[in-house]
Nanobody, 121 residues
Framework: VQLQASGGGLVQAGGSLRLSCATS????????MGWFRQAPGKEREFVGF????????YYADSVKGRFAVSRDTAGTTVFLQMNSLKPEDTAVYYC???????????????WGQGTQVTVSS
């Protein structure tokens, strides 16, 4: 079972990035696929998730209207489209999978390795 996050990088404020999370080892189609981030010296925080049961997507207030979580039609890759990026979005971003509809990191059973996003002002 593996989640592999990619797509991070350095971008100027106001720019966009799309992160990808490739899954393997089992079917995550019915899982809630979430994104979390952790900035230096801060706790890991919830960003957004896509429900595997057709329950739609849910976002943290700090990214609502700017970020969007989606999945490919095969259900094997999850994306985080990030627009209008701000310096405070700088963090390591992690994808994760949960059997629950949850924004709590403790409810996620599988985690990717993280990808660095740096937004310059």
């Amino acid at each position: 079972v593996q989640l592999q996050a990619s797509g991070g990088g350095l971008v100027q404020a106001g720019g966009s990035l799309r992160l990808s999370c490739a899954t393997s080892g089992r079917t995550f189609r019915r899982y809630t696929m979430g994104w979390f981030r952790q900035a230096p010296g801060k706790e890991r925080e919830f960003v957004g998730f896509s429900s595997g049961s057709g329950g739609g997507a849910y976002y943290a207030d700090s990214v609502k209207g700017r970020f969007a979580v989606s999945r490919d039609t095969a259900g094997t890759t999850v994306f985080l489209q990030m627009n209008s990026l701000k310096p405070e979005d700088t963090a390591v971003y992690y994808c994760a999978a949960s059997s629950r509809w949850s924004d709590q990191a403790a409810d996620y059973d599988y985690w990717g390795q993280g990808t660095q996003v740096t937004v310059s002002s």
